[in-house]
């Protein structure tokens, strides 16, 4: 641990002890923000360049930061209901690149692909099963705040982040 990390922690601990934790956590919070913004501005170039399998991957790096940072800060049972859905999204995700190799063959050896429709739909309903996931996986933090005000601010950012990643995709 730095000392700018050490100082933080320290400063935590003076306020109410509920206050200090909400603190941390919201702390760590933002860090962890700030890596998915990052993971965010390489999906908006990699989107601008319809690099649709380099936008599949960045979106599983999203996911895994999100599912790691939650089961570290709030065990794997909080997020044992959602990991069907992620599950899903992982197969669904497997299924998607099939489909975009297929059409790369394809436009290689000159065939008209009627599947152009079907991948991009394909590729939007993705996006928004992404957003849903992520979207639950964060609201898992909300009862990790002691203070309802924590709990807001916390919400607010989260679904920034969410309409900021549908924009993106």
Known sequence: MDLKEFGRRLSGYRQEPGDAQD??????????????????????????????????????????????????????????????????????????KNLISRSFWASLFRVRSTHEDLRQQAYRQLGHEFAEVFRDLLSVLDGHFASKAYVSEWQSTCRVLIEDFRRRW
């Open 23 to 96: 603190a941390l956590l919201l702390s760590d919070c933002v860090v962890l923000l700030g890596r998915l913004e990052r993971l965010l501005d390489v999906l908006e170039k990699q989107a601008a360049a319809e690099d649709m399998t380099a936008a599949l991957e960045t979106g599983k790096e999203l996911l895994v930061e999100i599912l790691e940072f939650v089961t570290q800060r709030c065990g794997s049972d909080a997020v044992s209901r959602d990991l069907s859905r992620v599950c899903d999204l992982r197969d669904t995700l497997r299924d998607m």
